[in-house]
């Protein structure tokens, strides 16, 4: 086992926010080695140049490899696995700049004794905020910001996603099943994912496993034009409801074309309060809509796991 930490991003298609992306882990200092390790997802544009020219710079040494599956699932488990021989492994994204002293305070954290760790993803705007974007909505886009003090976390009510984590690598050799869930994948822009949400709770779940929220820990999230806007987070729950649907939730006896009979009733529900609400120019109105998105994809997903059940697909 090597005795380093090692910070992990996978990418496609974003050469140009490699050099910078780079540039700033190289000022990161820790007490042990750090390595950086790229992920290339089958970039078409420069990528691999880009990485290649990198390589050279002085600095810490960067490493990458390119993953053939499509999608950010199998690209987050190639990275596990290139990383298993490793004390410690942090996950950051492409689109995100560390700010100083993230690694030393994951480093400290992971080896006070916390098996996972996570800390504050700051969204940066670099053009205008839309006015409709309340603090409300900033977690749909990865925004995590529980204070300035160090604590535990036991519950779901403070979760840690992808986009600032670190472990301490022994949990996943210990359980070997501990990887990103493929059924949560996403490729390329498509919106939704959910698979560190699953792996999230499968840490909650398993009572050996210690989380921690280190605000020491922390970046800056650039968050692209195109999901600036309201179909972005309609599309998201429309996603996250049929992945949930489909995937998670139990089947019920009382149906209609495979969905609860229920979730017809909430939507209409929903659907009369989000017009309700838009009539009014109440200011929740896309918070509404997003639940009737959440809830119409549930029923498709729903509809999807019952055409596999009929094709032997799935039980």
């Known amino acids: 086992m090597s005795t380093r930490i090692t910070l992990c991003f996978c990418t496609y298609n974003r050469a140009e926010n490699l050099p910078s992306l780079v540039a700033s882990i190289r000022e990161q200092q820790c007490e042990i080695p750090i390595r950086i390790l790229a992920i ?54 492409d689109d995100e700049i560390p700010l100083p002293g993230l690694i030393q305070s994951a480093y400290l954290a992971l080896k006070e004794g916390y098996h996972v760790v996570g800390g504050k993803v700051l969204i940066a705007f670099d053009n205008k905020r839309p006015a409709w974007l309340s603090d409300e909505l900033l977690p749909f886009l990865a925004a995590i910001d529980y204070g300035d003090q160090d604590f535990e976390i036991r519950n779901d009510q403070h979760p840690l996603w992808t986009a600032n984590i670190a472990y301490r690598m022994e949990i996943f050799r210990r359980y070997p099943e501990l990887r990103f869930n493929k059924n949560f994948n996403r490729v390329g822009n498509v919106v939704g994912g959910g698979e560190d949400g699953i792996m999230f709770r499968q840490f909650l779940e398993n009572e050996s496993i210690k989380l921690g929220y280190i605000p020491g820990m922390a970046v800056d999230h650039y ?52 017009t309700l609400h838009s009539l009014r120019q109440f200011s929740p109105a896309i918070r509404e809509w997003m639940t009737v998105s959440h809830t119409m994809g549930m029923i498709r997903g729903y509809r999807d796991r019952r055409h596999d059940k009929e094709k032997g697909q799935c039980a």
């Not at 040494?61 to 993953?67: A, G, I, K, Y």
């Not at 990275?79 to 490793?86: F, G, P």
Request: glycine content about 4%.
């Open 40 to 93: 290339n997802n089958n970039s078409r544009d420069h990528t691999l140049a880009t990485l290649q020219a990198l390589q050279q710079l002085p600095g810490h040494p960067l490493d990458f490899v390119t993953e053939q599956e499509q999608g950010i699932v199998p690209a987050r488990n190639r990275a596990l696995e290139e990383c298993l021989n490793d004390e410690f492994m942090i996950f950051i994204d």
């Open 223 to 274: 968050v692209e034009e195109w999901r600036l806007r309201r179909l972005y987070f309609l599309n998201l729950h429309h996603r996250a409801g049929y992945r949930r649907g489909r995937f998670r939730e139990p089947m019920y006896e009382r149906r209609l074309f495979g969905a609860p009979k229920f979730l017809y009733r909430n939507l209409a529900t929903q659907t009369a309060t989000a």
